[in-house]
């Protein structure tokens, strides 16, 4: 999940950002990716989550904080429809290219899956802090890229919902990873299988949102929240969500030993700054 060694080393041209429908804004330590076609509610393609993947792999060293919002009132609806057509979308691969007369075959098809989950996984890097700012429907695979994200602030007006089951599929875009740890196997069946919309409230109470807002001090919210994660040192930052990250899956001893092992990193560290080299 870091910088790959045999990926792109420069970043989307606006050609493939906008074949993407996305939008990138890097200042300093501070990337902007928007999710921009809001005449059809931010939908996105294969091609989205692959650009998505590319960005990832291809951000300058310097940027610390990514900020992933839609353009308009609409976080994202979700998987273009259009994927599962067998023509697909603008002349992209279908979702169901080669199923129906059987010349794709299962491994193929997790193949590009696989490929399409970079666009969300890059997301968990210990060395950046990611953040969803959402507006509106956040729908399937605007849901996963939400929750692929460490903070999601919510405008009041959110509703999060997990549309897969009811179209025959299930979640497959790393979400239900993140939406498990956060509200427990049983809220999450019920989230997924009901397939209802989850509003602002009731996701922050549920641990899904960790701010909620009015709709136009979203992004004032979400600034303040940059400069509050810009505030704290970044090797630390970075150690300190490699640790939270292996918490769940560590006993109380492992944990203990990882906390230790990285204080001893930070203050060999420390000590070298201290001392001028
Ligand atoms: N794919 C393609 N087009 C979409 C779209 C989508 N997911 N969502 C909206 N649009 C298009 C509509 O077709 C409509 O186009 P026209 O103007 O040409 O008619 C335009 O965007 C505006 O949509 P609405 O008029 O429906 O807008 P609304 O504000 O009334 O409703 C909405 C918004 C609730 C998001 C509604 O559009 C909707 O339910 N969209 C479908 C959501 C969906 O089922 N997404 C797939 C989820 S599954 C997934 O993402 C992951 C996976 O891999 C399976």
Not at 28 to 49: L, Y
Not at 133 to 146: N, P
Not at 169 to 178: A, E, H, S, Y
């Given at each position: 999940?870091?910088?790959?060694?045999?990926?792109?080393?420069?970043?989307?041209?606006?050609?493939?950002?906008?074949?993407a429908?996305?939008?990138?804004?890097?200042?300093?330590p501070?990337?902007?990716?928007?999710?921009?076609?809001?005449?059809?509610?931010?939908?996105?393609?294969?091609?989205?989550?692959?650009?998505l993947?590319?960005?990832?792999?291809?951000?300058?060293?310097?940027?610390?904080?990514?900020?992933?919002?839609?353009?308009?009132?609409?976080?994202?609806?979700?998987?273009?429809?259009?994927?599962?057509?067998?023509?697909?979308?603008?002349?992209?691969?279908?979702?169901?290219?080669?199923?129906?007369?059987?010349?794709?075959?299962?491994?193929?098809?997790?193949?590009?899956?696989?490929?399409?989950?970079?666009?969300?996984?890059?997301?968990?890097?210990?060395?950046?802090?990611?953040v969803?700012?959402?507006?509106?429907?956040?729908?399937?695979a605007?849901?996963?890229?939400?929750?692929?994200?460490?903070?999601?602030?919510?405008?009041?007006?959110?509703?999060?919902?997990m549309k897969?089951p009811?179209?025959?599929?299930?979640?497959?875009?790393?979400?239900?990873?993140?939406?498990?740890?956060?509200?427990?196997?049983?809220?999450?069946?019920e989230?997924?299988?009901t397939?209802?919309?989850?509003?602002?409230?009731?996701?922050?109470?549920?641990?899904?949102?960790?701010?909620?807002?009015?709709?136009d001090?979203?992004?004032?919210?979400?600034?303040?929240?940059?400069?509050?994660?810009l505030?704290?040192?970044?090797?630390?930052?970075?150690?300190?969500?490699?640790?939270?990250?292996?918490?769940?899956?560590?006993?109380?001893?492992?944990?203990?030993?990882?906390?230790?092992?990285?204080?001893?990193?930070?203050?060999?560290?420390?000590?070298?700054?201290?001392?001028?080299?």
């Amino acid at each position: 999940m870091t910088q790959a060694s045999n990926g792109p080393t420069v970043p989307p041209t606006e050609e493939e950002l906008s074949r993407a429908r996305l939008r990138l804004a890097v200042e300093g330590p501070v990337a902007r990716i928007t999710i921009s076609r809001p005449e059809r509610r931010n939908a996105m393609t294969g091609r989205t989550w692959t650009t998505l993947a590319h960005i990832g792999q291809t951000l300058p060293e310097d940027v610390r904080i990514v900020v992933i919002s839609g353009e308009g009132d609409t976080f994202s609806a979700g998987i273009d429809l259009g994927m599962f057509s067998p023509e697909g979308v603008d002349g992209e691969r279908s979702m169901v290219a080669g199923l129906a007369d059987g010349t794709s075959t299962d491994a193929e098809v997790q193949d590009y899956i696989a490929g399409l989950q970079e666009g969300f996984l890059w997301l968990r890097r210990p060395d950046l802090v990611t953040v969803a700012a959402v507006r509106g429907h956040a729908i399937g695979a605007g849901f996963q890229l939400a929750l692929s994200c460490d903070i999601r602030v919510l405008a009041d007006d959110a509703q999060l919902c997990m549309k897969e089951p009811a179209l025959g599929l299930v979640p497959d875009l790393t979400g239900t990873k993140p939406l498990v740890d956060i509200v427990g196997v049983n809220r999450a069946v019920e989230i997924c299988l009901t397939a209802r919309r989850v509003g602002a409230r009731e996701a922050e109470r549920l641990g899904l949102a960790e701010l909620v807002v009015a709709p136009d001090e979203l992004s004032g919210a979400v600034d303040d929240a940059v400069a509050a994660l810009l505030a704290t040192d970044r090797e630390a930052a970075t150690a300190t969500k490699a640790l939270l990250q292996q918490a769940a899956g560590n006993t109380l001893q492992q944990q203990a030993e990882a906390e230790r092992g990285a204080q001893a990193g930070r203050l060999a560290a420390l000590a070298r700054g201290a001392a001028g080299h």
